[in-house]
Structure formats: structure tokens, C-alpha cells
């Protein structure tokens, strides 16, 4: 099968890194001025000589969201099924080589999260699990997603890489959408981070939304650990693969996310540290780059870069995480994957959004439609 492997191999790290670094403020200018972007105008966009249009850039980006999107917020919420994990990853909470009581969840107790979560008005909600093929391998997510439809109209799952013939079978029983972070585009970096486990094998991760796309999966979701390397030329790699995947399975929706390198226990520095400006910037260009595609933000980050970012591009956001294994509502000693920043309760964000002028959306698809 063609992928995406085999345009990424004709793009040099290195050349993309000085062709974003090299920009001028009259290659932002130019890209600024068009009303339809290519991959070159995002490099121009992304650059440190991006910096000077931010303010722009984020208005800009305000009104081509406004536009397509009018003005809503998809609310969605993550539940933690389990963090066994068979990976070392140098970032990660999970991580094989920390010494944490394991947790995976019975079926009462994700009923249990499912009615915490219902209580609080998801509708969406996100299964994430550590990497263990033997103990939450593909039979387990069947019989979860199985057991959660009556509570969701929409679930979608962000867990190890699968065949494609494993993502058909989720989507029988009532997948709506996979999320799968190439963490770093940079081949050797993600060698350091990624030492052992399947997670190791860079070629099958990238090759991973292919295999999805080929499923027929309803959307999509990619990007990277923004902080592992070069963000900017990291941003640059996901916004090619988007280009290519938009293309290839073009009945196919997407979404971009943007975790930043947050701290667990053990921690790792970023190699190069993203500041909030940064990510306005980059969460513009994105949008400038692409009007339809969704753009998602977690409680890794703080409250009060919450609040400024909702009018600036976003379209869906969670509320009230947990990111260990039964949070919510399950008394254990299981670690977090990693640490929230914005520990507000699904209300105060309902409240905030309005407060905004934004309606927050719980449910906009019905599979019966």
C-alpha cells in the first residue's frame, strides 16, 4: 500500500528546519495576504518571523472559525480505561520502567465513569489506554465500546496503533473516530524517546493513520508531543500529513491537537520550550492553513491560556480530566499519565464558555442519521 511513508521520505528534517528559520517578515507578509495557503505559506506562518503578525494571525483565525464553525464548542471528555503499558517512553507516566500500581478497568467500573461522565452532560467521550496488546488489546476495546454505546453517541479511542482490519472491526460495533500522535517526525529523536516496545517501530506509527483512512473511520485525529523537538519544524511534518491524508481519504474528518510536554513523575524537560505565545501562533497558522479542520485543547493547559485561547481558533475542548484509570469515580492508587493544569469543573467551563458567548455542544452527530 502506498502511505504516507513514502512522501515523508522525500522531505529532509534538517532542510525543512532552515527553510522555517529562514523566513523573512516579507514571506509572512506574502502568506498573509492570500486568501487560500499552501505548505510553504504555513512555514512562513510558523516561523520566529511569524512572531510579529500574531496578533493578525489571531484575528484571523478568530473569523475563519466563527465562519465555519459558528459560535460552539464540542465538549468532550477523556476516560482512562487503563495504564498497563508494555512501551518505555521517555515522557510518559505509563512508561514500562516506572515502578506505579497498574490499573485496568472491570466493567462496573467503567460503568461506573461512563454514569459520572453522563452525569456531567458528555456525550462525547474518549478511551485512552496505555500500549498492551495482551490486556487491552482489540477484543477488550470491542467489548468496551460494546458496553459504552448505550451511554455515548460518539466515542472515539486514543490507544496503541492497530491493523487495519482491527480498526474495521471497532467501527462495526460503534468507533467514531481514532486519535494517534507521531509524538516527534524526527526519526532519531523518537529513537531516544521510544527505546523499547512496539512503539519503537516509527515506520508502523506513521503509517498508522493510513490504516485508519483505508478503515473507513468517520474522523481522524493527528499531532505531535509539541516540545520532544523542533515544534515549529514538527508542526510543519503534521501539517504534510494532514494535506496527504485529506486528500487520499477525502470523505475522512480531522483534527488537530496540541499537547505540550507536561510534567509526570520522573518529568523531562522540553528540548525546546513552547511558550503560550508560540501556540497562539501555531494554533492560528493551522487555521489559516485550513478552515475546516477541527482544533482541540486539553487541560494540560491553564486555565487562564483557556480562556483567551476559545475565541481564537479551537473547536473542541475537555473539561474536568483525569488521566489515570477510574479518576472520576474509582478509589485507586493509579498514577496520572500526566499532569492537568486546569483543574475547573465541567460547569465553570459550561459558564465560562456562555459567559463568551459560546454554546458548548455535547452532542452533534446521531448514528441513525
Not at 18 to 41: H, P
Not at 67 to 81: E, I, N, S, V
Not at 94 to 100: A, K, P
Not at 148 to 162: A, D, G, K, M, W
Request: net charge negative.
Amino acid at each position: 500500500m502506498n502511505s504516507f511513508k513514502h512522501i515523508f521520505n522525500t522531505y529532509d528534517w534538517d532542510e525543512v528546519y532552515d527553510s522555517i528559520y529562514n523566513k523573512t517578515s516579507t514571506d509572512v507578509e506574502i502568506a498573509f495576504g492570500k486568501s487560500k495557503r499552501d505548505l510553504e505559506d504555513f512555514k512562513s506562518l510558523v516561523s520566529p518571523a511569524g512572531m510579529a503578525f500574531i496578533e493578525p494571525m489571531a484575528q484571523e483565525s478568530h473569523e475563519r472559525t466563527r465562519k465555519r464553525f459558528g459560535h460552539t464548542m464540542q465538549m468532550y471528555a477523556p476516560m482512562y480505561l487503563s495504564n498497563e503499558c508494555q512501551n518505555i517512553c521517555t515522557y510518559c507516566g505509563f512508561s514500562l520502567t516506572n515502578d506505579i500500581p497498574r490499573k485496568t478497568l472491570s466493567d462496573a467500573e467503567i460503568i461506573q465513569e461512563a454514569e459520572f461522565l453522563l452525569n456531567k452532560g458528555y456525550k462525547h467521550i474518549l478511551l485512552v489506554t496505555g500500549e498492551a496488546n495482551k490486556i487491552v488489546g482489540v477484543d477488550y476495546l470491542e467489548h468496551v465500546i460494546q458496553l459504552l454505546r448505550p451511554y455515548f453517541t460518539n466515542i472515539s479511542i486514543e490507544v496503541q496503533p492497530l491493523s487495519e482490519e482491527e480498526y474495521r472491526r471497532l467501527k462495526q460495533v460503534g468507533l467514531y473516530a481514532t486519535l494517534v500522535y507521531q509524538e516527534t517526525y524526527h526519526r532519531v529523536t523518537y529513537k531516544i524517546h521510544h527505546p523499547k516496545g512496539k512503539k519503537s517501530n516509527f515506520d508502523f506509527r506513521l503509517e498508522t493513520p493510513d490504516r485508519i483512512g483505508s478503515a473507513g473511520l468517520h474522523k481522524i485525529g493527528i499531532g505531535a508531543l509539541l516540545g520532544l523537538e523542533d515544534w515549529r519544524t514538527d508542526s510543519f511534518f503534521t501539517a504534510l500529513h494532514l494535506k496527504y491524508l485529506q486528500k487520499k481519504y477525502w470523505k475522512t474528518k480531522y483534527a488537530i491537537s496540541f499537547p505540550r510536554l507536561r510534567p509526570f513523575s520522573g518529568g523531562l524537560e522540553p528540548k525546546l520550550a513552547m511558550t503560550d505565545a508560540d501556540l497562539v501562533q501555531l494554533i492560528s497558522a493551522y487555521r489559516l492553513l485550513d478552515e475546516d479542520i477541527e482544533l482541540s485543547i486539553s487541560t494540560r493547559e491553564s486555565a487562564k491560556f483557556r480562556d483567551h485561547i476559545i475565541q481564537l481558533g479551537v473547536t473542541s475542548m475537555s473539561a474536568e480530566s483525569k488521566t489515570n484509570p477510574g479518576g472520576y469515580s474509582v478509589e485507586n492508587e493509579s498514577l496520572e499519565q500526566f499532569e492537568i493544569s486546569d483543574e475547573r469543573t465541567t460547569a465553570e467551563i459550561t459558564a465560562l464558555l456562555k459567559q463568551q458567548k459560546i454554546e458548548p455542544v455535547w452532542k452533534d452527530w446521531e448514528k441513525a442519521w
